[in-house]
């Protein structure tokens, strides 16, 4: 299988049979209810996907539509919501140790691993990241790429956020449905500043520098 374009996340969801129908170099995982790709341009040393998989039994009549993007499955019902971010919990848990158990065997250390979605998403088929703190990556090249990911900002969600907000009131979620989402849009346009230690950057290069830093830094307090 070879997907591209903005719908390739819903191709690989749609696998009927994803050891045989995505190749080994892309897919990590894969469960009854989900699986974990790699990123095929990854913002960090590790950084996979999750996706729910299509067609979905985790609840009565979930359309590929219902599951385009976080704000589509957050109108979901109550039933159906909570059964999909629950398996993509369990599968970000998986994958998160798998990312740990490889620190350790080809760094020596271990440091945080985060789990979030994208406020307004740039591919079809919603998918939750599983990317590690460092944000240290070849393909991190551009303000938009860093802000994207950077977990103070506010465009990068936390699955722990999503799942708190599933216990809002259905007005309270509609709120956040019918703008708060794409309204963080903007945050995108936030100037550089790393998000360990809040340093200003006038540039990428200057950026990607200091977090090449930060995380030596880390490495060292970790006593590696």
């Known amino acids: 299988m070879q997907a591209a374009g903005l719908g390739a996340l819903r191709t690989y969801a749609e696998a009927a049979n994803p050891a045989a129908d995505i190749p080994a170099s892309t897919l990590l995982i894969d469960t009854p209810h989900t699986i974990a790709i790699f990123d095929a341009y990854p913002k960090a040393r590790y950084h996979f996907l999750v996706l729910p998989r299509l067609p979905s039994d985790l609840g009565p009549s979930i359309t ?40 350790l065997k080809t760094e020596g250390w271990q440091w945080p691993v985060l789990a979030g979605f994208h406020a307004v998403p740039s591919m079809r088929h919603v998918h ?22 950077r977990p103070d900002l506010g465009f990068f969600v936390s699955l722990d956020e999503v799942e708190e907000w599933c216990s809002d009131s259905d007005s309270q979620l509609a709120e956040r449905q019918a703008g708060m989402l794409q309204s963080r849009e903007q945050l995108l346009r936030e100037p550089l500043a790393c998000f360990k230690c809040h340093a200003e950057l006038r540039n990428m290069p200057l950026l990607k520098e200091h977090l090449e830093l930060e995380l030596a830094k880390e490495r060292c307090a970790a006593g590696r």
Do not use: C, G, Q
């Open 64 to 103: 590929a539509r219902d599951l385009d993007s976080l704000a589509s499955l957050l109108r979901l019902p109550h039933a159906a919501r909570d059964a999909v971010l629950r398996a993509m919990r369990n599968a970000a848990t998986e994958v998160e140790e798998m990312v740990r158990d490889e620190m």
């Open 128 to 149: 939750l990241h599983v990317i590690s703190s460092d944000l240290v990556s070849p393909s991190l090249k551009t303000k938009k790429h860093y802000n994207s990911f």
